[in-house]
């Protein structure tokens, strides 16, 4: 069995030591401030991660493709390389 040991402040103690809190709930420590009968809880917050641009991952060499003349469709064995109809 876990023993979790929560830090507990008061609004004012939390006031005067801001930076303890705020150290504590970085560190994954969840602190509660209590205010008149209130509870307050200070966790961290995970951040979304940014995803990077990636270069693409195709290089087209036929000039027909780069054109749009040709496409992929769905078919019952997976994708199908097609030629366009003409509209």
């Keep these: 069995m876990y023993n979790v040991h929560m830090l507990r402040f008061s609004a004012t103690e939390a006031r005067q030591n801001f930076s303890r809190v705020l150290n504590c709930a970085a560190g994954g ?21 940014k995803l990077r641009p990636t270069p ?4 087209i060499l036929d000039p027909a493709v780069a054109d749009g003349n040709w496409t992929w469709q769905p078919s019952r064995t997976g994708l199908v390389f097609r030629r366009r109809r003409r509209s």
Excluded: D, M, N, Y
């Design 29 to 49: 420590q969840p602190v509660t401030i209590e205010r008149r009968r209130l509870r307050f809880r200070v966790v961290l917050e995970p951040t979304a991660r």
């Design 56 to 59: 693409g991952r195709l290089k």
